[in-house]
């Protein structure tokens, strides 16, 4: 049994020490799954790394207990930590792609963990291989042990790696995001792995995560923490049921549920979370500019291939094809969402709108006007400016060595709409204010800012560009629950106020639901259904649309706030 | 994967062809080879007929071209210098660099590759620092002072190592050796340590650095956290990981080493292909120069081709398709 | 400008690396001796009359028989040693500090726009690039040095050894750029603020320079200090093989060479001066390369 | 290959060849600069052959430890009754290294292998009419003029063994191909070639049946190129090897000062000197006067040898080891002028009131061209000279280059002043008078090497007189009047003659020719 006491773990920096987690508590008995969830920055991570003596460099233990069963963990010499882990305490990482050595074959990491803590021979070691590897639900053991990582898909490979850690009988596995990577189908069968093992094995489980669907699908207990600091902890039915602490309110609030859409999400009003201000020049300025009518965007057997890797000189490669015979109907001022899984084309689509790819047939349309594709389209197609996207990653969107200032006002510059330097940046400015932002910010840099806020910089940008389409690649996605419900507060607000066309790529179906008029299910780059929103959801046709919505994990009705 | 190797060879030829062109044209500046070949007392008219019964008078096209027809033909024509057929002269001198530049080579991994895991492992140990402070001094004296340094404390003043030349060799097959006897061993290590203190630096920043960033990766971090043994950690997964890119940085390199061994052959009279290449400059000996030129592209190209071949065996991912 | 951005964190970083603040001190002095060595030298060294083989072989002060007028001694053309190595010095930099500039414009240039552009171009591109690496520094300087030959004037051939020097060194070391720039410009190409310059229909010249660039100046940087170092060493090594500057307005490198007649003769000073000015200031900024790698590349520090 | 055999068999040599002290005491090993770039005698017309295979080769006459002729394989020599040229009488029993016997035949062949047009050598037979076999041991030199010196220039014309080139397809020398006579020797001489190994190793072993009495105790020979002068003189101190020619002025006190090593210093024939661009219009690389050729007035010439001070160049640049020269040639070569022997004082004064007499008081800048490697010290000598210069106005813009392309330079006549060494290679005045001094004429070869084109009538006239003149005073007469005029006419500058300086193991006894020649039959080894 884990029992953690007052700990704190800080990281002594040139600026003085940096605590990242502070009185601590927490206790995980055998057999228990203990969900640990917060935001980015909330510490959650640094309990599970202190847990198995792994903090990384200048980081140490500055106070409280640490013991598994009757082992201090506080205690140990680096060597005795070593043997520990493994043996009693292992860990799952998030990324199943690189958290395997890609050098040497499934069976050499598992027999090398193996017999690193039990005096065993190669065969027998071997032996037990194959036996977990079944347990764990890989087909054929005996022989796909001898596979590389490389050979295993996503969801097999995190199969691999819990086989990895659970190879030795270890008494507590803390699982640091073991589904995020994955996709919903993948991630519910590790989910069962996980809580099957708990149950037959007597494993105890911290599963560190973001996601509080997961939490509430499979953990026994839960703590909630947030900026290094216990909220909140007890079993998951009364934590997220009926939370006592305003954060975990807060947190529940911001979760977009899948069975039902609401109308706007509560958040809590604080500095820079605010949604739209209304009424100044930059709101006024795009007013202005909305000579044109609202404008749709239709697509017609529209196809992408990429040429295949070239294996022979004689035999032309084969053709990936990443879109095939995709239609869809943007409807002019509403908003489209495109679900998928990960490789479903989604991305695709959009690069194929905005001009980056060029799709080998098919027929685009931005209102009546034929969009050229790739590129046959110039540098000067009005559609350059009429299209805008707001990107999955705030990190890599805005251009780390430029100004905001600089960020902002190019697209006013190089569309030709304000002649005038300072001109430019007022308006810069007034549009940081209407997404929300100081407009003090003109003159920082990308990095002085959060996630959340470089997403509202980033849609800023695409709005100084007067857009009449605006493609939404996974914008949430890497943004925490909380600041994700801000963000699409906020794209709802700007759509219904200039009657932009959307189109929503995600991958969250909740998500999905809570913003599209209309959602197609995209998948191998097929569409599998479309429809209005309302309808899909609630009485979906395709099977396919039907195991996602099963799968996806759902809080209970009675846990959700009035929306 | 045959695929890829011919596509490598194409472009190798596109390569090959390149430098030959580029050398070609370098000739015509070097210097006059007829005043190189002909005597004090040798009349002008007399200096006129040689360079013309050479085609030195031809338009440079008409040259390449010959050039180029001839050596594909096999035919790498005859040094102005010594009368004696290209070919067998640099392929003479071919072992005696190679044998350099490999023996350089692997005393720069033997010493580099450890030094590089230790000061990654220990990134602040004083040991570490005072292996990068010594090295970094090391690669900024020019060659030729270590060379001419080293002659003089272990030749002259020591007397332990020769100063010059290869010491005994063995003819094995054609390739003349100095690796089978003492003497060619110890002829062999001044100019080894010379021409590869810089790979060794290279080599050795190279691994630190990709085994700090290897060390930091998930699979690592898993492998810890698995218990794996450290010794197992740092070698078979760190240090296995790492030499993915540093091959490909050490290919390259080796290009260079065989190229540079021009200035380390010079110093220590070593008679590899690097000095008959000085030696053939001075006197303008155009031929030799060609080929030299040629073979060195060869070199590079086939090194380049090894080291792509060496990561297919390294890297599983190159090698076994997804099942 | 990318150091501005860095200021606090480099700045801090600086600080605190004695070898990092004793480098930049050796060759900031070495730099401010060269930039200014016409009013710091006593004499011109490639001022003829303003020396005299009479006061040739002269020793350092410290030695016997020494002319205290010349505190390191003369070389064997009565040419007083500090000012030939600050002379020397400043020679070196500008050939090394003008070449790094070329291979910098050249090599980055091309790797930004095989990055960019990628494809067809990208392989001629790298093919060149492999020429070029075949081609060993010191055949590119006899190219260079040849053709200058064949198509110059005799008269301006002797003032623009420098330039042919230079442009030699330069071509040998432009491939670094070239491959460096390359790579990093394929990890930016899948950033997405490059996406979205190039959705708004910006110019590939825009995209490259204004956005790409300063995102890949980082490991360019630390490129450029290794380089100058390897551009003054090369600049030695092509000097003692011969295709160097003349005697008569020497580089470090040159000094050097002249130096190696003197090895054995007793007149040490004549090599290991400006031997240990060379090393000192390649030292120097090899550390500051690696400073720099460290503040660019925060996770190896 | 044909040379493969030879090769191989010089393993078992090498390996011996550094255990430094357990080699046998008669085993000579050297190094010098450059390898001989072929062995055949015929082939290139350079010293680094020609002074090697005079081991393995030899002439109808030959040099001795002082430079003059003796008998070689003529056992005498008298001029032809009634024509031009010489009658040289033969050796008998003389065999070649095969065991071939050696006869007129043997010369007939060689000289027509030498003369033919793929020879370099084919100079030395330029005033031959016609050579005739008398019998087996006697053979008629007739020359177009009287030519009293034509034995002296035959020295190095070395004597192949008819059949043997024929029968190996070598009869005449390898001109763009290698043939046997390239790597494989046979000669009368002291030694043969036991291994070649170009640019890395010769062994050369004694000629058993060599018709001379043996001067030296060498059983066997080794020689190494060693390029790089630091090196080769580190081989010399590890004990690596016995010999070298030559070593670097600047080092002579090193060796000397070790104990065990002994270095010998000699005056080569060679002078350096500055020549001028007699016949240019204008300078060439003169920033300030552009319009005339003040190198065309005797004034500025004489003031150039005024600004050179020979003392400061010996004692710095060359610690005393030079001998100043007032001629083309040194003193002791035949043909030297006693008469004048005085050249320009160092007189800076004096240098700066001829120019301005001249008409440029404060002198004017122009091109000087110096060689890097050809000779001793050029690079820095042609430094110095500058700063010279400079101090007296003449403000030289020094340009510096290999050989490879220095020749060709000096060839386009692209200098105002240049840098030259000149040793005679038939040991004579003459040869400096005809090659250096008299005007240009292809047709004739004479000047080849004026590139300047120095040109007085006078001189014209008087090189085919002392050509063809007999008597020794009449001759000296004349050489004397040339020496004269182009002294008084600053055709040149003659700066000094060239030391030779070889350094060796204190257990080797060896000659220092003049002519920086290693002959291995008069070394002996301790």
Known sequence: MLVIKDLAVKFPSRFGEFTAIEDVDMTIKPGEIHGLVGESGAGKSTVGAAVIGLLSAPGYIANGELSLGDTNLRNLTPDQAHEIRGDRISMIFQDPQTSLNPLMTIEDQLIETIQAHSNVSDSAARKRAVDLLEEIGIKNAAERIKAYPHQFSGGMRQRVVIALAICTDPELIIADEPTTALDVAVQSQVLDLIRRLARDRQIAFMLITHDIGVIAQIADRVTVMRKGKVMETGDTPQVLGAPTHPYTQALMDAVPPLDHRIARFRVPEEEGTAGVVTGNTAEKWLLEGQQYALTGLTLQDLCVRFAGPRTSLFRKPEPYVALRDVNLDVRPGSIMGLVGESGSGKSTLAKAITGLITPSSGVMRLGDEILPAGKARSRHHPSRQLVQMVFQDPYSSLNSRHRIGAILTEPLWFYGFVQDAKERERLAAAMLELVGMAPDAIDKYPHQFSGGQRQRIAVARALLARPRFLICDEPTSALDVSIQAEILNLLKDLQSMFGLTILFISHNLAVVRQMADDTAVLRNGVIEEMGATEDLFARPKADYTQTLLSLTPVMPREWQSAG | MVYFILKRLVQSVFVMLAVAFLAFSLFRFVGDPITQMTGVETSVADQERLREELGLNDPFIFQFMRFTTDMLQGDFGFSYRTRQPVAEMITDRIPATLELGIVALLISLAVGIPAGVYTALRPKGFATQAILMTTLVGVSIPTFVIGIMLIFVFGVQLGWLPTFGRGGTVQIGGWESSLFTIEGWRALLLPAITLGVYQLTLTMRLVRAEMMEVMRSDYIRFAMARGVPMRKLHYRHALANTMVPVITIIGLQFGGVIAFSIVTESVFQWPGMGLLFLESIRFVDIPVMGVYLVVIAFFFVLVNLIVDLLYVAIDPRLRVKDV | ?301 | MTHGNLRKSALLGSALAFCALGASAETLRWASTTDPQTMDPHAVNSAPVLSFLNNVYEGLVRRGQDMSIEPSLATSWEPLEGENGWRFNLREGVTFQDGAAFTAEDVMFSYQRASNEAADVRSWFAPVSEVRVVDDFTIDFVTTAPNPLFPDSIANFMILDKDWAESNDAALPARDAENFATMNVNGTGPFTVASRDPGVRTTLVPNEAWWDDAQHNVTEAVFTPIGNSATGLAALLSGEIDFIQPIPLQDVAQVEGRDGFKVLEGEETRVIMFGFGHEHDTLLYSTDVTDTNPFSDPRVRQAAGHAIDIDSIDRVLFRGKIEAANQLVPAGISGYSEANQNRPAYDPDRARALLAEAGYPDGFSFGLKCPNDRYINDEALCRAAASMFAAVGLDAELSTGPVRDYWPQLREDDFDMYLLGWSPGTFDMEHPIRFLLHSQDDEKKLGSWNFGNYSNARVDELLPQIQQEIDPAARQAMIDEVVGITQEEVAYIPLYTQPLIWAAKDNVDLTQRADNFFMLRWVTVN
């Open chain 3, 1 to 301: 400008m990318v150091a501005f951005l860095k200021r606090y964190e480099g700045l801090w970083l600086f600080v605190h690396s004695p070898a990092a603040i004793i480098a930049a001190i050796v060759a900031v002095l070495i730099m401010i001796g060269a930039v200014f060595a016409p009013w710091i030298a006593q004499v011109n060294p490639y001022d003829l009359s303003s020396f005299s083989l009479f006061d040739g072989l002269l020793p350092p002060v410290w030695q016997e028989g020494a002319n205290p007028q010349y505190l390191l001694g003369t070389d064997d053309q009565g040419r007083d040693m500090i000012s030939s190595i600050l002379y020397g010095a400043r020679l070196s930099l500008i050939i090394g500090l003008a070449a790094l500039t070329i291979a910098a414009v050249l090599g980055v240039g091309l790797g930004l726009a095989a990055g960019y552009y990628g494809g067809r171009f990208d392989a001629i591109v790298m093919r060149i690039a492999d020429v070029q690496l075949a081609l060993p520094a010191i055949l590119t300087a006899l190219l260079i040095d040849g053709i200058a030959r064949g198509i110059l004037p005799a008269s301006m051939q002797q003032d623009l050894r420098v330039a042919v020097l230079t442009l030699a060194i330069a071509l040998s070391l432009w491939v670094n750029f070239a491959r460096t720039a390359r790579a990093s410009t394929f990890v930016q190409m899948n950033k997405e603020y490059v996406q979205a310059a190039i959705m708004m229909g910006q110019r590939p010249s825009r995209v490259m320079f204004v956005h790409i660039l300063p995102n890949i100046l980082g490991p360019l940087l630390v490129i450029m200090t290794v380089d100058l170092a390897s551009a003054i060493l090369l600049e030695a090594t092509l000097s003692f093989l011969g295709i160097g500057l003349p005697a008569d307005s020497p580089s470090l490198g040159t000094l050097i060479r002249i130096g190696m007649q003197f090895l054995l003769s007793g007149e040490w000073w004549i090599l290991w001066i400006p031997t240990l000015f060379l090393v000192a200031l390649v030292v120097s900024i090899n550390i500051l390369g690696d400073f720099l790698r460290d503040v660019f590349n925060p996770r190896l520090r």
